[in-house]
């Protein structure tokens, strides 16, 4: 069993910045693949970003391509979202996921554990 805890939603104007934590428990941590996903209110959860279990690949949503970073420490049981230039589009609760695979999956159902989600506001 995996737990994930998600922190560092805010509120957020147009064009800032915004880094999102997973603390994950777990001796096993390196063997699960981690992603991101976001919900805005009314809409489906989607991909955001997602790092392989060893952090050696990436996968971001397009939407997310460029501005956004995500890393991770197996040492600390720890994955980072860092995102830049922020929209209101953006707007969103953010999950983190653990998948119990090190391969990376951009679909949910491809993932196995999920945490509470953080509440992110990009203000115009």
């Known amino acids: 069993q995996v737990q994930l805890v998600e922190s560092g939603g805010a509120l957020v104007q147009a064009g800032g910045s915004l880094r999102l934590s997973c603390a994950a428990s777990g001796r096993t941590f390196s063997s699960y693949a981690m992603g991101w996903f976001r919900q805005a209110p009314g809409k489906e959860r989607e991909f955001v970003a997602a790092i392989s279990g060893s952090g050696g690949s990436t996968r971001y949503a397009e939407s997310m391509e460029g501005r956004s970073s995500v890393s991770r420490d197996n040492d600390k049981n720890t994955v980072l979202l860092q995102m830049n230039s922020l929209k209101p589009e953006d707007t969103a609760v953010y999950f983190c996921?653990?998948?119990?695979?090190?391969?990376?999956?951009?679909?949910?159902?491809?993932?196995?554990?999920w945490g509470q989600g953080s509440q992110v506001t990009v203000s115009s």
């Open positions: 996921a653990g998948r119990a695979r090190p391969r990376i999956g951009v679909r949910a159902d491809e993932y196995d554990y």
